[in-house]
């Protein structure tokens, strides 16, 4: 019998079980998925004590509403995200960074993400769910992972099989910091574009499209002129490349994109950068900034130390 | 034998083994990339092998770019008997359900079906590589008078098992996808199978192919 499990009544826009990603398949075509804002789902878990490379559920925009039955349990929510907790006829406003302790029958509203794309929940247990090559990320595109590949959704029940009981809530004052600029190493095919196109990448704005998934961040704004040729002999990709197709609007790679392309690569995304770079919103401006190898490599180490601070601070 | 290593980003290697597109280049690549992941170097998440170039993903909390880059100019090679390579034969069904692109190459190529097809059949291909979408092969080379470009507007959904052509290669679309490659026929036999972890694709990189002509009622039966 199912004792514990959420009931969803609404599953909001892009709603996914996620974790750390599975690796070592590029080879066969498969990406490495994973929660989009690594930082944040490293919050979520660390707020319930849990291994921090379990498990959670992530939403895009709108999120999910759903109503909890079972043994009380403890969850998290993080990101930038406005939500309610109903108990018994009252409802109160959710805060992010925080545990709460969740009863049966009580109702989770994810309203939105505030000025921001992805956020996270993750309770004091584990999902039931299944794990294809050490990951339960779902990967819509290839029909891979936990759900059967797809998307949570209206109706569905969403099993618990293990709850842990937590004996105090925990806390995190932290906020998502913005930055202003993403910054990018040249690309492979860097020459392939004319002084004009590069100039306009690395100092003119650009629209991010409505067209943006997990799969890659399309920008609108400015054509980048290719000189050269606006095919290469497909080749590996990576999360953050920025491809430049025939039509001269750039699109970057996320997390769940197809593993071969044959576009040319004008940049790449630093690591440092790439958690601030999803939460960016369709229709939100952004400027890219040039750093090289050594630059984006101390900032990835800040960032870490950054990651480890944030997370040391939970009470 | 890699021409040039150079940075993807913060995060990878860009292995370049030269512009053109051949068997023997490719052999090069597969090579490097069957050596580098017996070895389970520590900090590598991902190889990406395509025709002419390698792209080493790296987990940075556990290595950088200069760090494996020296490990990779230094790497002892497997030696090139013990790269595996299978033979394998893939049955397609041509019947017009199935080549929803025949007339266009028709037209497109100055050939008539059948010759299309003799010229389609009669060959061993080689897999360059496996990718874009889970375990799609891309095999080559197909005869110069075969050589066609792709739609000019892509399908939203391509069947699963259909076998497609473009330029000097061939692929199978290993489940519903979108897709703009000519579409010959289709094959009964499962390509990816995402249920097998140690054995998902049924072609690998560097694996012989040769397609096998079967009739419809064959493939109906094929799966019974």
């Known amino acids: 019998m199912i004792k514990n499990y959420f009931e969803v009544f609404r599953a909001g826009i892009n709603t996914t079980f996620q974790d750390k990603g599975r690796s070592n398949l590029h080879h066969i075509g498969i990406p490495l998925s994973g929660a989009m804002d690594g930082r944040n789902y490293l919050i979520a878990n660390s707020l319930l004590e849990n291994d921090l490379s379990s498990p959670v559920i992530e939403f895009a925009y709108q999120g999910p509403l759903f109503k909890y039955h079972g043994e009380n349990i403890n969850i998290a929510i993080t990101g930038d995200v406005i939500f309610k907790i109903k108990r018994d006829m009252v409802e109160t406003q959710g805060s992010c960074n925080k545990s709460y302790l969740i009863k049966d029958g009580d109702e989770i509203d994810i309203l939105s993400t505030n000025k921001s794309v992805y956020g996270y929940l993750a309770i004091s247990g584990e999902f039931d769910l299944k794990y294809q090559w050490g990951s339960c990320s779902t990967n819509t595109k290839a029909q891979l992972g936990s759900n059967n590949g797809e998307k949570i959704s209206d109706g569905q029940k969403i099993i618990i099989s293990k709850i842990i009981s937590l004996k105090s809530t925990k806390e995190l004052k932290h906020i998502n910091t913005k930055i202003e600029k993403i910054r990018v190493i ?40 290719n000189i050269v040729n606006t095919n290469i002999k497909s080749e590996g990709l990576i999360k953050g490349v920025v491809q430049v197709p025939s039509d001269g609007n750039p699109i970057i790679m996320l997390s769940d994109h197809g593993t071969i392309g044959g576009y040319p690569k004008i940049g790449v995304v630093i690591s440092a950068d790439y958690d601030k770079l999803v939460q960016l919103t369709s229709g939100s401006k952004i400027k890219f900034q040039e750093i090289d190898l050594p630059e984006a490599e101390t900032l990835y180490d800040l960032y870490q130390m950054e990651t480890k601070n944030i997370i040391s601070q939970i009470k | 034998m890699i021409k ?35 070895q389970n170097i520590q900090g590598i998440i991902n190889l990406t092998p395509s025709y002419n170039k390698l792209i080493i993903s790296l987990d940075l909390t556990k290595t950088n770019f200069n760090k494996i880059k020296k490990i990779i100019e230094n790497i002892s090679l497997d030696p090139n008997e013990n790269l595996s390579s299978k033979k394998i034969e893939i049955p397609v069904c041509c019947n017009e359900k199935f080549s929803l692109d025949i007339e266009r190459l028709e037209k497109k190529l100055n050939l008539n079906r059948n010759k299309i097809l003799d010229s389609f059949f009669n060959k061993e291909y080689f897999c360059y590589m496996t990718g874009f979408i889970a375990g799609m092969p891309f095999l080559g080379d197909l005869d110069n008078d075969l050589q066609a470009k792709r739609l000019e507007t892509p399908r939203v959904r391509v069947p699963k098992g259909s076998v497609g052509i473009t330029e000097q290669f061939a692929n199978i679309y290993t489940f519903e996808s979108p897709g703009g490659w000519n579409i010959i026929g289709n094959t009964p036999i499962s390509v990816f199978d995402k249920s097998n972890e140690t054995n998902p694709n049924l072609i690998s990189p560097g694996d012989s192919i040769f397609f096998k002509r079967i009739d419809i009622n064959q493939y109906k039966n094929f799966n019974d």
């Open chain 1, 186 to 225: 040249k690309g492979t095919n860097y020459d392939y574009f004319s002084k004009e196109g590069i100039n306009a990448f690395f100092n003119k704005s650009f629209t991010i499209s409505k067209l943006s998934d997990r799969m890659g961040m399309r920008l609108e704004g400015h054509k980048i002129d």
């Open chain 2, 4 to 38: 040039n290593i150079s940075n993807l980003g913060d995060a990878a290697l860009y292995c370049d083994f030269g512009n053109s597109v051949n068997k023997e280049i490719n052999s090069k690549v597969i090579r490097y990339f069957q050596s580098i992941r017996n």
